[in-house]
């Protein structure tokens, strides 16, 4: 997100919850809407050993 920083560098977003859909999020500051992610999701992870594995097998 590109929010409004401080003096300090840090963001001056407020962020809050969506009331009727819990997995967004809102920032009342740049009037903005986003989606909260895990750091990785279980798809990503598979992806990343079978890339790993065949990786093994090419060397």
């Known amino acids: 997100m590109s929010c409004p920083r401080n003096d300090f560098g840090q963001p ?13 999020k809102f920032c009342a ?11 990785f999701e279980f798809g990503e992870i598979v992806i990343m050993v079978m890339v ?8």
């Open 12 to 24: 001056t977003c407020y962020i809050t919850s969506h009331p009727e859909r819990p997995q967004e």
């Open 29 to 39: 500051t740049c009037k903005k809407q986003f989606f909260e992610r895990n750091s």
């Open 52 to 59: 790993g594995i065949a990786m093994l097998f090419l060397l």
